[in-house]
């Protein structure tokens, strides 16, 4: 945009050189209406200027609004799925194994401590004399369901995978994808949406430079998007404006 203002204001620039230049040597019969047509064109080229800031200030708007929207929705489908795996030892890419989890889930509820108990073998070692040892007991206290310790009596859950009403076409699901590491064996997983998606309706060419972005003030990349196939990374890659909690 920068350059669309530059050129303009360049070419208002000329224009008002072009009327002094029409004032200074045209006959005067011709100055009026010389002077209404190129202080037309300054007026259309002011006119432009101002609306493609405008624009672009009404589509960052947009796109703020938007994106936090549809954060709300990913860091629901990371809690999910980090309770996925303390439960099950695994992320999943299934909506409907997901959202069956959360319903009929649950944490086990533990409690460590620290015990003494007599260690045999250096007894025996030492001639009958009692040696004892340090161990760790993990008790379990009980169960806790996971609906209710992530949603309470929220449904949201069940809806967590379709772009928030008004983002995106009718339909349109938010991409999830699991797996593990192929070097490490690690769990991992991804949920996401193109900004092409969330933006659908907006001005190509602004869409376009806003899928470029890399700077860590903006949505790096052409998705917002939480979680990773490639690394164990679980955080979102949007700037911390967009979420009080990242």
Do not use: C
Not at 12 to 35: E, H, Q, R, S, Y
Not at 113 to 132: A, Y
């Amino acid at each position: 945009m920068l350059n669309v203002i530059l050129v303009v204001v360049g070419l208002i620039a000329l224009t008002i050189g072009i009327v002094w230049l029409i004032d200074k040597f045209v006959p005067k019969k011709l100055k009026p209406v010389l002077n209404i047509v190129l202080w037309a064109l300054i007026i259309f080229l002011g006119y432009i200027t101002v609306m493609s800031v405008y624009g672009e200030i009404q589509f960052n708007k947009l796109k703020d609004d938007r994106y936090k929207k549809v954060i709300v929705k990913l860091k629901d489908i990371r809690d999910a799925e980090l309770a996925h795996k303390t439960v099950k030892g695994q992320f999943t890419s299934d909506y409907d194994k997901l959202v069956n989890f959360i319903e009929t889930g649950k944490f086990t509820i533990t409690q460590r401590r620290d015990t003494t108990i007599v260690d045999e073998e250096l007894t025996k070692r030492f001639g009958g004399v009692t040696m004892t040892k340090s161990i760790i007991l993990i008790d379990t206290l009980g169960y806790a369901s996971v609906k209710d310790s992530l949603f309470g009596a929220d449904t949201r859950y069940k809806t967590m995978m379709n772009l928030p009403e008004g983002i995106g076409k009718p339909g349109t699901k938010i991409e999830l994808d699991a797996g593990v590491m192929a070097d490490t064996g690690i769990p991992v997983f991804a949920a996401w949406v193109d900004k092409d998606v969330i933006l659908y309706d907006q001005e190509k060419n602004l869409v376009a430079k806003e899928k470029e972005v890399m700077s860590v003030d903006g949505v790096r990349g052409p998705k917002l998007q939480v979680g990773s196939m490639e690394e164990a990374d679980t955080k979102g890659n949007w700037p911390k404006n967009l979420s009080t909690n990242n």
